[in-house]
């Protein structure tokens, strides 16, 4: 082969495999798939530093004094979550999927400190910001997939982003005074939960393995923004009797790391 075919052959195989990056040596082009696939997933769900914070200025009767100790920001805690996917695969680099996921036991807990006397620094009133039921997050979303044309020894990465909406659901929050110096505790403010609708999106990277060309399973890492949290205005305060509205509480972004596990089952229409 001349010189001029050897650069030619040389440039149109560097073409091709651009697309895996030059991070190192590419292995083999990946088998063609059935292009539809089906499947199962779960992990583990760690919340991010939170603002979860009273909403002011809406008209309610009564607001929440803010602590001197906390500007509200918490993480909600881990907890973990399952799901199920539908995908179609466009080509060997490109794929589109749907998934749902549902996730619950997530915790909001403050420990507020007012301080009430300014000659004496030690003292100060304390309360307690806490969840009764359950906070649950559902999120539908619609994913782009992007894959490199290789297989190293079956695995094959990915990276992914996509958009959606989340479901999210918040038992009651309650505020409860903690008693000090022989005090008999003097409100106890149970908060009524809400349920929200809002736009929510996510964005990953991970790694398939191929058993075949049938059955896969995957490991990645997600970070999802679930949307709105809220609770209602309404209240009822078993401690002096009383029900009433007072600012109610909300974060607009739920942002949560997603250690992901899967499974898949690819397939063809006859």
């Given at each position: 082969m001349n010189l001029k075919g050897i650069s030619s052959a040389v440039l149109l195989c560097s073409t091709h495999l651009s697309f895996a990056g030059t991070a190192g040596p590419v292995g083999d082009v990946s088998p063609s798939v059935p292009k539809y696939y089906v499947g199962i997933e779960g992990g583990a769900s760690i919340s991010a530093e939170t603002h979860f914070e009273p909403q002011l200025g809406q008209g309610n009767r009564n607001v929440f004094i803010a602590p001197n100790n906390s500007d509200w920001s918490r993480d909600l805690g881990t907890t973990g979550f399952g799901g199920l996917f539908a995908g179609y695969i466009i080509n060997p680099n490109v794929a589109l999927q749907l998934s749902w996921d549902y996730?619950?036991?997530?915790?909001?807990?403050?420990?507020?400190?007012?301080?009430?006397?300014?000659?004496?620094?030690?003292y100060f009133a304390q309360d307690r910001f806490q969840t009764l039921g359950d906070i649950k997050i559902q999120t539908f979303l619609f994913d782009l997939i992007l894959k490199p044309e290789v297989n190293w020894g079956g695995f094959v990465p990915y990276v992914k982003g996509g958009v959606g909406l989340s479901y999210n659901q918040m038992g009651t929050l309650r505020n409860v005074q903690m008693a000090f110096n022989s005090n008999s505790v003097a409100y106890d403010i149970r908060l009524a939960g809400?349920?929200?609708?809002?736009?929510a999106w996510d964005a990953g990277v991970g790694v398939d393995y191929f058993f075949n060309s049938n059955v896969n399973i995957g490991l990645g890492y997600r970070l999802v923004d679930a949307g709105k949290l809220r609770t209602?205005?309404?209240?009822?305060?078993p401690v002096r009797a009383t029900v009433s509205t007072i600012s109610p509480f909300e974060t607009k972004h739920f942002y949560?790391?997603?250690?992901?596990?899967?499974?898949a089952y690819h397939f063809d229409y006859a």
């Amino acid at each position: 082969m001349n010189l001029k075919g050897i650069s030619s052959a040389v440039l149109l195989c560097s073409t091709h495999l651009s697309f895996a990056g030059t991070a190192g040596p590419v292995g083999d082009v990946s088998p063609s798939v059935p292009k539809y696939y089906v499947g199962i997933e779960g992990g583990a769900s760690i919340s991010a530093e939170t603002h979860f914070e009273p909403q002011l200025g809406q008209g309610n009767r009564n607001v929440f004094i803010a602590p001197n100790n906390s500007d509200w920001s918490r993480d909600l805690g881990t907890t973990g979550f399952g799901g199920l996917f539908a995908g179609y695969i466009i080509n060997p680099n490109v794929a589109l999927q749907l998934s749902w996921d549902y996730r619950s036991g997530y915790d909001y807990n403050l420990q507020a400190t007012y301080g009430i006397d300014a000659n004496d620094p030690n003292y100060f009133a304390q309360d307690r910001f806490q969840t009764l039921g359950d906070i649950k997050i559902q999120t539908f979303l619609f994913d782009l997939i992007l894959k490199p044309e290789v297989n190293w020894g079956g695995f094959v990465p990915y990276v992914k982003g996509g958009v959606g909406l989340s479901y999210n659901q918040m038992g009651t929050l309650r505020n409860v005074q903690m008693a000090f110096n022989s005090n008999s505790v003097a409100y106890d403010i149970r908060l009524a939960g809400d349920s929200v609708t809002s736009f929510a999106w996510d964005a990953g990277v991970g790694v398939d393995y191929f058993f075949n060309s049938n059955v896969n399973i995957g490991l990645g890492y997600r970070l999802v923004d679930a949307g709105k949290l809220r609770t209602s205005n309404a209240f009822y305060d078993p401690v002096r009797a009383t029900v009433s509205t007072i600012s109610p509480f909300e974060t607009k972004h739920f942002y949560l790391n997603e250690l992901v596990a899967s499974m898949a089952y690819h397939f063809d229409y006859a």
